[in-house]
């Protein structure tokens, strides 16, 4: 481009008008920032975490666990206060924020059933428009690993190592289909390099970098310089009304692996967000260094919540806040207009594939079922949407019944498989859902119109 | 293994065997029963307490029970099917419970399996080293009591022992070990539910 300019720039002075190269260069420099830089595509980095509830951070206003990173992407970027996941469960959640579609349409239903290669990523279609990507981190979904790598990313890395888990210490990682030790590596760290290794290979843009740790998932191991973290810290005091010591052993809930003191379990938990927090600071930094961090859009999640007693609960899945809430803040200079911005719009995790579609300028396709929340990144009262579909397949052995439930900003109603007689809460009253007011004269009053919604929704899956 | 404590008085059957599996049935239903409905105790200074002691109870019982009841019914004369139906009592009560509970959203083939899923298969197969454990210290008290000719160390009860640990090794421990134990025997358990249910 600027070779064309410059030209432009001597044939015109050649033939002696001197008057208008100025008038070029003034103008190229009014519109360099908005029209000619509207051309570059942004770089993404995407950042998915394990397990990481939505209130588990400095900036949402935790007790204690310290997140200077995250608050700094949430001080710059905009933090959605209510973010959640179709399905609390970490394979559907993690194929419908790759694909943009709920799992009855991706196929990921549970951890048991299958990904399907035939199902199409954001990271292809990125690609496709002339990306380069890298895959880095957890793919954990069943079945073998996906074939990506060339179709849709240029770097895969991952692993699958207790059962696709991964360990956070000496995690072996496939690299481009070759499995590589990795003695002495912190999982966090190590795969925090690769992305560091790759964004200075691809500066020039553009790029996309899918990160995704196994933090904060059990066994909530921190990196050696964290582990004293938060050590006078009474926790029994910042667990909820509904924890007890033995909350991890009942109800099936010991296959979620906390057998033993919770209390330690969730002080390892915050320590291993902090250590996760300083790795994600180091991609800030490195976004810095280079001098990209204008021109890249920073998204950071997690694939689903966790409950830490609440309702004698341990681990997610349920229709509950813990379970569905995320948190989800977004970076974006060129995009966002107010710097700190908090949003408190529906967003969900299907709506990731085609907002960063949207921001790197290509089509979203007909088959994705979230929507591009880039307006609201803009204008926080841009209308996105009044409710929304959670559903939950069965996932054996662990005991919680399948269910479809329809939320809104104020009403969560949900109706299960099996025995287990409907909900409905006032999330605005209620946000510990504690008051099932199915019988209520409030209840009764808004049930109609949100079991005519929730038909919708069901329709609108059966007929896949 | 038939009853080797000729020096015991040989109680009657009640006594011998009904009455303890029943105290032992009662406590677990009344432990059952309060774990819940910890509701009772509010959300204040009482509840954690209760919710600890009561689950701690009842997991004693479920899990470790046999360590109780087998010496108990070995020293009122039971015989050994007896001693063997009296340490299991709770926790295959537990465990029918269970597959009970889980039939709500399971099916009833998956229901079935559940049972065999780490926990409860894993507890039902640690009883037998429990039982072997408890008769070996049994026999090593009657001894001393003056039982004339008693052998402590016999192939059964080892046997029961090297199951324990193998279980153990298996199910707690088979994994990753210093980050996921017990994860491989989990997932050849899954392994087993997608090849019976969904034909994988």
């Not at chain 1, 009044?386 to 939950?392: G, I, M, R, V």
């Not at chain 2, 307490?49 to 108990?72: K, N, R, T």
């Amino acid at each position: 481009m600027n070779s064309i300019r410059w030209k432009i720039y001597c044939q015109i002075k050649h033939r002696g008008f001197g008057w208008i190269p100025l008038v070029f260069a003034v103008f190229t420099l009014i519109f360099s920032g908005s029209v000619l830089g509207a051309e570059k595509r942004p770089n993404i980095i995407f950042i998915l975490s394990d397990d990481h509830r939505w209130d588990a951070m400095g900036n949402m206003g935790h007790p204690f666990v310290q997140t200077p990173s995250l608050d700094r992407l949430a001080k710059e970027g905009v933090r959605f206060n209510n973010a959640f996941v179709t399905t609390p469960l970490c394979s559907p959640s993690r194929a419908s924020f790759l694909t943009g579609q709920y799992p009855h349409r991706h196929g990921v239903k549970n951890n048991l059933t299958p990904w399907n290669d035939r199902n199409i990523t954001f990271l292809e279609l990125l690609k496709k428009a002339g990306y380069k990507n890298a895959f880095i981190g957890k793919w954990h979904m069943p079945g073998r690993l996906p074939d990506i790598l060339g179709k849709a990313v240029d770097r895969f890395v991952t692993f699958t190592v207790s059962g696709g888990q991964g360990v956070y210490f000496d995690c072996p990682l496939i690299i481009d289909g070759k499995v590589q030790e990795r003695k002495g590596k912190y999982l966090t760290e190590d795969l925090t390099d690769l992305a560091i290794e790759f964004m200075n290979r691809e500066k020039d843009g553009p790029f996309c970098i899918y990160l995704a740790h196994k933090a904060v998932h059990q066994p909530f191991w921190p990196s050696p310089e964290f582990r004293k973290l938060y050590e006078d810290i009474d926790i029994s005091r910042h667990l909820p009304p509904g924890y007890h010591s033995w909350v991890s052993m009942i109800r099936g809930s010991w296959y979620y692996g906390m057998l033993g003191n919770v209390e330690q379990f969730y002080r390892d938990y915050c320590r291993t967000i902090t250590a996760m927090d300083n790795q994600i600071g180091r991609i800030l930094a490195e976004l810095d260094r280079l001098g990209i961090a204008d021109r890249t859009l920073v998204v950071y999640s997690g694939d689903n919540g966790i409950f830490w007693g609440e309702k004698q609960f341990i681990d997610k899945r349920w229709p509950y806040e813990e379970a569905t809430r995320i948190p989800f803040i977004v970076r974006y200079p060129a995009g966002s207009k107010n710097p700190g911005m908090k949003c408190d719009q529906l967003v969900l995790n299907v709506d990731l594939a085609p907002t960063l579609l949207d921001a790197a300028g290509v089509p979203v396709p007909e088959s994705m079922q979230g929507r591009s929340f880039k307006p609201v990144l803009g204008n926080r009262d841009f209308p996105l949407r009044e409710s929304f579909h959670l559903e939950y397949y069965k996932d054996f052995p662990y005991r919680v019944p399948e269910y479809d439930a329809v939320r809104t900003e104020k009403f969560l109603y949900v109706e299960y498989r099996g025995g287990k007689k409907p909900e409905l809460f006032n999330i605005q009253k209620d946000p510990r859902t504690l008051h099932n007011m199915i019988e209520t004269f409030e209840g009764k009053r808004a049930l109609p119109g949100l079991q005519e919604r929730l038909r919708e929704y069901i329709r609108g899956k059966s007929g896949e | 293994m038939n009853n080797p404590v000729p020096v015991l008085e040989k109680k009657t059957f009640g006594s011998r065997f009904l009455w303890p599996m029943g105290i032992a049935l009662g406590v677990w239903a009344g432990l059952d029963f309060l774990t819940g409905h910890l509701e009772w105790f509010g959300s204040g200074a009482l509840y954690r307490p209760a919710a600890f002691g009561s689950y701690l109870l009842l997991g004693v019982l479920i899990a470790f029970g046999s360590f109780i009841i087998y010496p108990i019914l070995f020293f009122r004369g039971a015989s050994l099917r007896e001693r063997v139906i009296g340490s299991y009592a709770v926790l295959l009560v537990w465990v029918f419970t269970e597959i009970f509970r889980v039939s709500e959203y399971f099916t009833a083939g998956e229901s079935v399996y559940y049972a065999f899923s780490p926990m409860p298969f894993g507890l039902l197969v640690y009883q037998v080293g429990y039982m072997s454990l408890c008769e070996m210290i049994c026999r090593w008290r009657l001894k001393k009591r003056g039982g004339r000719g008693m052998k402590i160390f016999t192939p059964g009860p080892l046997i029961g022992v090297g199951v324990l640990l193998a279980m153990v090794y298996l199910v707690i421990l088979w994994g990753v070990p210093e980050e996921s134990p017990g994860t491989k025997w989990f997932y050849i358990y899954q392994e087993g539910y997608k090849a019976l249910f969904m034909g994988k």
